[in-house]
């Protein structure tokens, strides 16, 4: 389908909700509703995007929709799945007409880095079959912006603010991907609203996969990282071309995790000088603003700069 | 009398409600072990590998996640039953308020057991006590027959349209589900009849009337956001499906009857009748407690019990019109609700009693904790004790510690 | 955007919690102080407003040109940050 076609379909998330102007969760998600083809189930784990769809009496979702607790977004998707197939087995059940269902999992960094890692694995061992989505807007946003596993080196939040004597957060984001493509799943890639194309048939492809798939969409969000709300897509963008968040795809096959580096990823590998520097994409969030006032601190974005590097080297031994 | 021939099987508490499973072939079973539930899950894996039921067996990665799929294969309209005990129930506290909440029919099998700390495996009430404000109906059995029978009444239960809500069958931990009995089983056809087919109440939803489950042909949201301007009138629904289920329990049981011989309600007396003084209690104990009635009728004490079946809803009706007219109540408690004057099951008989006409000298009998064995010798203690404090005509201590090394 | 009838009581909310009525009935274009103006002589029709909208308040009219439901707009400003030919601004709302 072209981007015609996909203008052309009906919203699946209703406008309406409670979302920050800008917020970069509902842009991903209107991107992700985008690739469903099949009957489909959603579920989300708490967060900004279940509170804020969800605020009784009304409802965001055009589709069925499940919300449970904060920490077992996986587990709502295994019982789905198990339901669905055991009314198959017996041919009979609610859901038994369908030939396939579709199961999207919504969990933001917090239900899935820290709280949900453990119903995470667990889903991921038993091989169920869905699509977990992680919206990584890099902290626990919905309860004011505290540090989650996944925020970054250095960045400044409620529960890591940058004071006189700790700059912000001290401990590195957690490697989620490298943990998930350790789970030896189908499917596992990173996305980015600011590539939408990309994003929809990546999200396709985990669909189409058969077992769980995993698709990271780094969610830049303009009220917790401090940029303007008309910033959200290059925000994804620079977090790309700076290769803090590289886009890439990973099939487990034959027994080996197979990397390929998406088209903006890709360019960059092949043309190293086209790599930004962190510092572009550090100095235009808010986050970040202790690394600039009082006094530059060199040293931090000099460290940020060699990690970034050193990952983006290591991901490169693997894909390329 | 019996309609249906019933196969006579030696089945221990846990075999009992895997076997009712085997009969009842849910949609989804989703459990984590944890002594003394083993046995469920591993009788019902064997099922499972042997192709003798269709049901999907998640073997989840905790407890949590167990009652969490059951929510939503049950959300995703199939029947789901899961399994545990003490700290394993502790673990899940958090989802049983939001299946009951959901209105999702779960049922639920507890093996009681104490939780820690410190560590013990054995039987007592503390763990189903602790989630006693969840909005589950809460049923407990005297022996493997009544576990074997009630799980099959569950479904009925928990999915009739008035109710809607989740059922916890609780059998002691060891002393009924590890031991041995004869069970009295119905066949497989009279079994599946008698659960039927799940059928969904329709709701208004979003998009117009469809039915209370998840769908893609019509979409429905569930476990939305309430602000303080709706919660408190979902929870009022809650407790007016609780009101609902206490006839609808007797009625189940009834049917139940009618099929197996076995009848079951509310309550179960015994002796109580022309009684001067009695025990209440839950579980395995009240049928010790039966043959301590007899041999103090043969000594012609006017002994009798009532054993209550239903401690959620709380059967207050019928714990006044079959107690009223004892003179001295024992309530026997195998939980303690710490800092508070008694135990749970005290208090809730206390406070039914509390605007009735007659009212009866209730008295407080903690007694088994972790396992402890509560023998005949120790349960004539306790009815003696109530003898005297009906001499006397009043209470001399409301709380006491049956089998207690002090 | 306040509801100014009464709210229904226990006995009339649909059972479990079910929202009943759809967030497209709450209007949010009263949230911001922007609001995007489509210049459709200069648009390119790449469809791409529609897809960084948060709110999908851009549609994709007959003529491939972007048609903003303004009562759901809370002037973000990303179309007219991502528009390629800069055929999107933002206002100030009347």
């Given at each position: 389908?072209n981007?015609?076609?996909?203008a052309?379909?009906?919203?699946?998330?209703?406008s309406?909700?409670?979302l920050c102007a800008?917020?970069?969760?509902?842009?991903?998600v209107?991107l992700v509703?985008?690739a469903?083809s099949?009957?489909t189930i959603?579920?989300?784990?708490?967060?900004?995007l279940e509170?804020s769809?969800?605020?009784?009496?009304?409802?965001?979702?055009?589709?069925?929709w499940?919300?449970?607790?904060?920490?077992?977004?996986?587990a709502?998707?295994?019982?789905?799945?198990?339901a669905?197939?055991?009314?198959r087995r017996?041919?009979r059940?609610?859901?038994?007409?369908?030939?396939h269902l579709?199961i999207i999992?919504?969990a933001g960094?917090g239900?899935?880095?820290?709280?949900?890692l453990?119903a995470l694995?667990g889903?991921l061992?038993?091989?169920?079959?869905?699509v977990?989505?992680?919206?990584?807007?890099e902290?626990y946003m919905?309860?004011?912006i505290?540090r989650?596993?996944g925020?970054?080196?250095?960045?400044?939040?409620?529960?890591?603010?940058a004071?006189?004597?700790?700059?912000?957060?001290?401990e590195w984001?957690k490697?989620?991907?490298e943990?998930?493509?350790a789970?030896?799943?189908p499917y596992?890639?990173?996305v980015?609203?600011a590539y939408p194309?990309?994003l929809?048939?990546?999200?396709?492809n985990?669909?189409e996969?058969?077992?769980p798939a995993?698709?990271?969409?780094l969610?830049?969000?303009p009220?917790g990282w401090?940029?303007?709300?008309?910033?959200?897509?290059?925000?994804?963008?620079l977090?790309?071309?700076?290769c803090?968040?590289p886009?890439?795809?990973?099939r487990?096959e034959?027994g080996?995790?197979?990397y390929s580096?998406?088209?903006?990823?890709?360019?960059?590998?092949?043309?190293p000088k086209?790599?930004k520097?962190?510092e572009?994409?550090?100095?235009?969030?808010?986050r970040?603003?202790?690394?600039?006032?009082?006094?530059?601190?060199?040293?931090?974005i000099?460290?940020?700069?060699?990690?970034?590097?050193?990952?983006?080297e290591?991901l490169?031994e693997k894909?390329l | 009398m019996?309609?249906?021939v019933?196969?006579?099987?030696?089945?221990?508490?846990?075999?009992?409600?895997a076997?009712?499973?085997?009969?009842i072939?849910?949609?989804?079973v989703?459990a984590y072990?944890?002594?003394?539930?083993t046995?469920?899950v591993?009788?019902?894996?064997?099922?499972?590998?042997?192709?003798e039921?269709?049901?999907?067996?998640?073997?989840?990665?905790s407890?949590h996640?167990?009652?969490?799929?059951?929510i939503?294969?049950?959300a995703?309209g199939?029947?789901?039953?899961?399994?545990t005990?003490?700290?394993?129930l502790?673990f899940?506290w958090e989802?049983?308020?939001i299946?009951?909440s959901l209105?999702?029919?779960?049922?639920?099998?507890?093996?009681?057991r104490?939780l820690?700390?410190p560590l013990?495996i054995?039987g007592d009430h503390?763990?189903?006590m602790?989630?006693r404000?969840?909005?589950w109906i809460?049923l407990?059995?005297e022996n493997?027959q009544?576990?074997?029978?009630t799980?099959?009444q569950?479904?009925?239960i928990g999915?009739?349209?008035?109710?809607q809500?989740?059922?916890?069958?609780?059998l002691?931990g060891f002393i009924?589900?590890?031991?041995l009995?004869n069970v009295?089983?119905?066949?497989?056809e009279?079994v599946k009849?008698?659960?039927g087919?799940?059928?969904?109440s329709?709701?208004?939803g979003h998009?117009?009337e469809?039915?209370?489950?998840l769908?893609?042909?019509?979409?429905?949201?569930?476990?939305?956001m309430d602000?303080y301007?709706?919660?408190?009138?979902?929870k009022?629904?809650q407790?007016?499906?609780m009101?609902k289920?206490l006839p609808v329990?007797?009625?189940?049981?009834?049917?139940?009857?009618?099929i197996?011989?076995?009848?079951?309600?509310l309550?179960?007396?015994?002796?109580?009748?022309d009684?001067?003084i009695?025990v209440v209690?839950?579980?395995s104990?009240?049928?010790?407690?039966?043959?301590?009635?007899d041999?103090l009728r043969?000594e012609g004490?006017?002994a009798?019990?009532l054993?209550i079946r239903?401690f959620?809803?709380?059967?207050?009706?019928?714990v006044?019109?079959?107690l009223s007219h004892?003179k001295s109540v024992g309530v026997l408690?195998?939980?303690?609700s710490?800092?508070a004057?008694g135990?749970?099951?005290f208090n809730e008989?206390?406070?039914?009693f509390y605007d009735?006409s007659?009212?009866?000298?209730?008295s407080d009998?903690?007694y088994?904790l972790g396992?402890?064995?509560?023998?005949?010798?120790?349960?004539g203690?306790?009815?003696r004790?109530l003898?005297?404090n009906?001499?006397?005509?009043?209470v001399?201590?409301p709380v006491?510690?049956?089998?207690l090394?002090? | 955007?306040?509801?100014?009838?009464?709210?229904p009581?226990w006995?009339?909310l649909p059972?479990g919690?079910?929202?009943?009525k759809s967030s497209?009935e709450?209007?949010?274009?009263?949230w911001g102080?922007?609001?995007?103006?489509?210049?459709k002589?200069k648009?390119t029709q790449c469809?791409?407003?529609?897809?960084?909208?948060?709110?999908g308040?851009?549609k994709?009219g007959?003529?491939?040109k972007?048609?903003?439901d303004?009562?759901?707009c809370?002037g973000?400003?990303?179309?007219a940050?991502?528009c390629p030919?800069k055929?999107?601004?933002?206002?100030?709302r009347?």
């Amino acid at each position: 389908m072209n981007l015609k076609e996909f203008a052309a379909q009906p919203e699946l998330l209703a406008s309406g909700h409670r979302l920050c102007a800008g917020c970069g969760e509902t842009t991903t998600v209107r991107l992700v509703l985008k690739a469903v083809s099949r009957p489909t189930i959603v579920t989300t784990a708490t967060g900004c995007l279940e509170v804020s769809t969800t605020v009784f009496p009304y409802t965001s979702w055009d589709l069925p929709w499940i919300h449970t607790a904060f920490e077992n977004v996986a587990a709502n998707a295994s019982g789905i799945e198990a339901a669905f197939r055991a009314m198959r087995r017996k041919g009979r059940g609610p859901l038994a007409k369908y030939d396939h269902l579709d199961i999207i999992a919504f969990a933001g960094d917090g239900g899935t880095y820290d709280i949900g890692l453990q119903a995470l694995s667990g889903a991921l061992e038993r091989g169920h079959d869905f699509v977990y989505v992680l919206l990584d807007n890099e902290a626990y946003m919905n309860t004011g912006i505290q540090r989650s596993g996944g925020t970054p080196y250095a960045a400044a939040t409620t529960t890591s603010p940058a004071g006189k004597v700790i700059p912000g957060k001290r401990e590195w984001k957690k490697p989620i991907d490298e943990i998930i493509i350790a789970h030896e799943i189908p499917y596992v890639a990173t996305v980015s609203s600011a590539y939408p194309l990309d994003l929809i048939g990546k999200v396709r492809n985990g669909l189409e996969a058969e077992g769980p798939a995993f698709v990271h969409a780094l969610v830049p969000c303009p009220r917790g990282w401090r940029f303007p709300s008309d910033q959200t897509l290059v925000m994804g963008r620079l977090a790309i071309q700076t290769c803090i968040f590289p886009l890439w795809e990973c099939r487990f096959e034959m027994g080996r995790p197979k990397y390929s580096l998406s088209a903006p990823s890709l360019s960059i590998a092949r043309n190293p000088k086209m790599k930004k520097p962190v510092e572009e994409y550090l100095k235009s969030q808010g986050r970040f603003s202790h690394l600039f006032r009082p006094q530059q601190r060199d040293d931090i974005i000099k460290e940020i700069q060699e990690g970034v590097d050193v990952r983006w080297e290591r991901l490169l031994e693997k894909a390329l | 009398m019996v309609l249906v021939v019933q196969k006579l099987m030696g089945l221990n508490g846990d075999e009992a409600v895997a076997y009712a499973l085997k009969q009842i072939n849910p949609d989804v079973v989703s459990a984590y072990p944890i002594t003394p539930q083993t046995i469920i899950v591993e009788r019902f894996s064997e099922y499972v590998a042997n192709g003798e039921v269709e049901t999907e067996f998640i073997a989840v990665e905790s407890e949590h996640s167990a009652l969490t799929a059951c929510i939503t294969a049950e959300a995703a309209g199939g029947r789901a039953f899961t399994c545990t005990a003490a700290n394993g129930l502790a673990f899940m506290w958090e989802m049983t308020y939001i299946a009951a909440s959901l209105r999702l029919p779960v049922v639920m099998a507890v093996a009681n057991r104490a939780l820690s700390a410190p560590l013990n495996i054995h039987g007592d009430h503390s763990d189903s006590m602790g989630t006693r404000d969840s909005g589950w109906i809460q049923l407990y059995c005297e022996n493997s027959q009544e576990a074997y029978d009630t799980v099959i009444q569950a479904w009925r239960i928990g999915e009739h349209p008035e109710v809607q809500l989740p059922v916890m069958v609780c059998l002691d931990g060891f002393i009924l589900s590890h031991t041995l009995e004869n069970v009295m089983t119905l066949p497989d056809e009279v079994v599946k009849d008698f659960v039927g087919e799940r059928v969904f109440s329709k709701v208004r939803g979003h998009i117009g009337e469809v039915e209370y489950r998840l769908d893609p042909e019509h979409p429905l949201t569930m476990g939305s956001m309430d602000l303080y301007d709706f919660y408190f009138e979902h929870k009022r629904q809650q407790a007016d499906a609780m009101e609902k289920a206490l006839p609808v329990i007797g009625e189940v049981g009834e049917e139940y009857g009618r099929i197996s011989g076995r009848t079951y309600g509310l309550v179960d007396p015994y002796r109580l009748e022309d009684a001067e003084i009695a025990v209440v209690g839950l579980g395995s104990t009240m049928g010790t407690a039966k043959a301590v009635v007899d041999q103090l009728r043969s000594e012609g004490m006017k002994a009798g019990l009532l054993r209550i079946r239903a401690f959620r809803p709380f059967p207050t009706e019928a714990v006044i019109g079959t107690l009223s007219h004892v003179k001295s109540v024992g309530v026997l408690d195998r939980a303690m609700s710490f800092g508070a004057l008694g135990g749970p099951l005290f208090n809730e008989v206390r406070n039914t009693f509390y605007d009735a006409s007659r009212r009866p000298l209730i008295s407080d009998y903690a007694y088994g904790l972790g396992g402890r064995d509560m023998s005949m010798d120790l349960l004539g203690k306790v009815f003696r004790s109530l003898e005297e404090n009906r001499e006397a005509g009043k209470v001399s201590e409301p709380v006491r510690y049956i089998g207690l090394r002090e | 955007m306040s509801e100014q009838k009464k709210e229904p009581g226990w006995r009339e909310l649909p059972l479990g919690g079910i929202p009943y009525k759809s967030s497209r009935e709450y209007k949010t274009g009263d949230w911001g102080v922007l609001k995007p103006k489509v210049n459709k002589e200069k648009c390119t029709q790449c469809t791409l407003c529609h897809f960084c909208c948060p709110e999908g308040a851009i549609k994709i009219g007959q003529d491939g040109k972007p048609e903003v439901d303004y009562e759901c707009c809370k002037g973000c400003g990303i179309c007219a940050a991502e528009c390629p030919v800069k055929c999107i601004m933002m206002e100030r709302r009347s």
